[in-house]
């Protein structure tokens, strides 16, 4: 066989096999990425103690109401811009949000307490939303932990920013 045959038979039985399953195996994955910035709809993140979430934000209608330390409801209307939408879903990608379990607990005595504190976030986007119920006294995965307690800080700090935006 002469050189020139011996690559055209490397290449038909090494490379384009190759690239046929690479083709086939990752193309998919890539556009029906179901949590892409683009399809962002909207985010909803509600905080506090037992099973009705008294302080919540939903993007969609930019509804942002807390109990402040006197005790009283607070309503304010802030809505998130694009640049803000971008960060959150790079955080998200970034600390594996996706990936995360639905509820983060220490097991059915955190869901039980109606004393503990949690966190609700939940991502909307066009064919798909991830939603996930963080307890900040998980003892478990530290790895799982951190990303769910970088993304609520995260949402946290975008809203207190958007918040002292908005009273100046």
Known sequence: MTSRG?????????????????????APIIRNAPFQ???????????????????????????FKYVNKNDSLINRNI??????????????????FWNLPDVVANGEEDLKDAKKLRYFIKFNYK??????????????????????????????LTLIDKEANLTK
């Open 6 to 26: 011996k690559k055209i038979f490397l290449a038909l039985t090494v490379i384009v096999p190759f690239l046929i399953y690479s083709i086939v195996y990752y």
């Open 37 to 63: 910035e683009k399809d962002f709809v909207s985010l909803e993140y509600k905080w506090g103690t037992g099973t009705q979430l008294e302080n919540s934000y939903n993007s969609a209608t930019g509804e």
């Open 79 to 96: 809505k998130l811009t694009t640049r803000d939408v971008k960060y959150l879903d790079s955080i998200a990608d970034v600390q594996g």
């Open 127 to 156: 064919k798909k939303s991830k939603e996930v119920t963080y307890f900040p006294s998980f003892s478990g995965n530290q790895k799982m932990k951190g990303a769910v307690s970088k993304m609520q800080k995260e949402i946290e």
